[in-house]
């Protein structure tokens, strides 16, 4: 091997050396962490860790496809369509569109770029396509999952001009408060058949237990015989009380 | 101090019964029926009750 081939392969060596580290980091390969059916449109939404966004949530149809990531403190949302793709990425300070609309960076500092952006999307079959796609989902006012779906369709709504978003964000509000308030909180009502089948249940397992406990124990081991007996005694008289208690008459 | 001894025997009734009660369900598994089981359970606790508070021992009177 002459010297131009040696600097040559060494140059290729150091190159692949200092790009390998850097690799695992970037590539590493998102994790399913949940996959659920929505039950009213029948789509399934899949949630990712890992990889390039902290968080990443996908679903679709063959009209169009939503990703929604969190990278860094920004809400990053893909849309792809068969003639567009979209990446709105929306930080504290500004939104930007990037993709076959071009791109356009929106923001306080720069007047009208708003209007711009607001225009672009509006135009857009993607976003439109994506707006009523969130809007036929509904994972329940509990669903963390629901609710970060609705926070996608409203920031669409929102960026397109449209102020229907903050009305259904206001909605999924009150409806996560009743979910809340409707929780039933009493105790099960018992009837006195109950009682005793609950009381039987807990009588002879507490037999068996003695027998398991009394089952290896030598006739002079006093100590470990008492014991098995304590514990059968306050358990069937625990349960005994139990009992009465439950068929008590209560006011 | 005689209700005193009533309440006494009615604790030691139903410690009896307690601890019976689990022996007797698998013995006679009949007991475990809610239709006679409880039945079962309070007559015991009434017998248990009476043969205390027969065979209680009582002061004599000089």
């Not at chain 1, 695992?24 to 966004?53: C, H, M, N, W, Y």
């Not at chain 1, 939104?95 to 923001?107: K, Y």
């Not at chain 2, 239709?35 to 065979?55: D, E």
Request: glycine content about 8%; aromatic content about 6%.
């Amino acid at each position: 091997m002459n010297v131009p081939t040696l600097m040559i392969a060494l140059q290729c060596g150091f190159a692949g050396g200092v790009s390998v580290p850097a690799s695992p980091a970037s590539s590493a390969a998102p994790t399913l962490v949940q996959q659920i059916k929505d039950p009213s449109s029948g789509l399934e939404v899949r949630v990712f860790v890992g990889g390039k966004a902290d968080v990443s949530i996908e679903v679709g149809d063959r009209s169009v496809q939503i990703q929604k990531q969190l990278v860094r403190g920004a809400a990053v949302t893909h849309l792809t369509t068969s003639t567009e793709r979209l990446t709105l990425t929306v930080t504290g300070r500004q939104a930007t569109l990037d993709g076959t609309l071009g791109r356009v960076v929106a923001s306080s500092a720069q007047p009208g770029s708003r209007e711009a952006l607001r225009s672009r999307l509006k135009r857009s079959s993607a976003v439109n396509r994506a707006i009523a796609l969130l809007g036929r989902l509904d994972l329940g006012p509990r669903s963390p999952l629901g609710h970060a779906l609705l926070a996608t369709r409203v920031m669409l709504l929102t960026e397109t001009g449209d102020e229907r978003g903050a009305g259904e964000m206001s909605r999924w509000v009150q409806n996560a408060q009743q979910a809340l308030a409707v929780t039933p909180v009493a105790y099960q009502q018992m009837l006195p058949g109950d009682c005793w089948n609950e009381y039987a249940k807990e009588a002879i397992a507490t037999w068996k237990e003695l027998e398991d406990c009394l089952r290896d124990v030598k006739w002079y081991e006093i100590l470990e015989e008492l014991a098995c007996g304590t514990i059968y005694d306050l358990r069937a008289i625990g349960a005994f009380s139990w009992y009465l208690k439950c068929t008590a008459i209560r006011s | 101090m005689r209700a005193a001894i009533v309440v006494l025997q009615i604790l030691i009734s139903f410690v009896l019964v307690a601890v019976t009660m689990p022996a007797l369900m698998i013995f006679v598994p009949a007991a475990q029926d809610s239709a006679l089981g409880p039945g079962l359970a309070f007559g015991l606790l009434v017998g248990v009750f009476i043969i205390l508070r027969v065979l209680w021992p009582r002061r004599r009177t000089p």
